[in-house]
């Protein structure tokens, strides 16, 4: 079994910082890549950042220059530096790996349970 866990998320003002941390856990043979996506209500999840296992990043042209992702292979976690924060970014924000287990052999995608960030003064 495998588990995501998020922290990090929380109330900030306009123009502040954040910093998102999930971790995996559980019988994991490897990790491939790990992304960060955010969720509002009545909107599909979207995509914010991904980044390979090798360090290969990818952003979301709305939080270009902004956010920075990047992970610990050692520590199995993957992180989200939330930079310039504006109302716009308030959501859910949930993390997803790509996971290989040890029982299967084969990777396939896992989420975390998701944690809020509220930007607003």
């Known amino acids: 079994q495998v588990q995501l866990v998020e922290s990090g998320g929380g109330l900030v003002q306009p123009g502040g910082s954040l910093r998102l941390s999930c971790t995996a856990s559980g019988s994991i043979f490897s990790i491939n890549d790990m992304a960060w996506y955010r969720q509002t209500p009545g909107k599909e999840r979207e995509l914010v950042a991904d980044i390979t296992r090798d360090g290969s990043t990818n952003y979301a042209d709305p939080v270009k220059g902004r956010f920075s992702i990047s992970r610990d292979n050692a520590k199995n976690t993957v992180y989200l530096q939330m930079n310039s924060l504006k109302p716009e970014d308030t959501a859910v924000y949930y993390c997803?790996?790509?996971?290989?287990?040890?029982?299967?052999?084969?990777?396939?995608?896992?989420w975390g349970q998701g944690t809020q960030v509220t930007v607003s003064s």
């Open positions: 997803m790996s790509f996971i290989a287990t040890f029982q299967t052999g084969y990777s396939r995608n896992y």
